[in-house]
């Protein structure tokens, strides 16, 4: 079993940035691709960003490419998304997910494919 807490969620400004984390506890021995998803409220979760367990490979959502940036930290067991350039639209609960792996280059967009979820962290950007 793995345990997954995101934490750095918060208010900011239009235009302003913030840091997430995702902190991954528990069965680490193995190799996780991580992502991150979101829901805003009335809408369904969606994906947000993706990054193999190597760290090489990353994808995004078209709403968020060139404003947020995904990477690990394998040796601390903790993903990050940096989301810079924050839109009102981008006010959401932030999910970490993580899906188990045998393959260091293969990452995922469906929610289903991942395995392990965190409780969430609310991102509010104010106009």
């Known amino acids: 079993q793995v345990h997954v807490v995101e934490s750095g969620g918060g208010l900011v400004q239009a235009g302003g940035s913030l840091r997430l984390s995702c902190a991954a506890s528990?069965?680490?021995?193995?190799?996780?691709?991580m992502g991150w998803f979101r829901q805003a409220p009335g809408k369904e979760r969606e994906f947000v960003a993706a990054i193999s367990w190597s760290g090489a490979i990353t994808y995004y959502a078209d709403s968020v490419k060139g404003r947020f940036t995904i990477s690990t930290d394998n040796a601390r067991n903790t993903a990050y998304l940096q989301m810079n350039s924050l839109k009102p639209e981008d006010t959401a609960v932030y999910y970490c997910?993580?899906?188990?792996?045998?393959?260091?280059?293969?990452?995922?967009?469906?929610?289903?494919?991942?395995?392990?979820w965190g409780q969430g962290t609310w991102v509010t950007v104010s106009s």
């Open positions: 528990g069965r680490t021995s193995e190799s996780y691709a």
């Open positions: 997910a993580a899906a188990r792996t045998v393959r260091p280059e293969t990452i995922w967009i469906s929610r289903n494919e991942y395995d392990y």
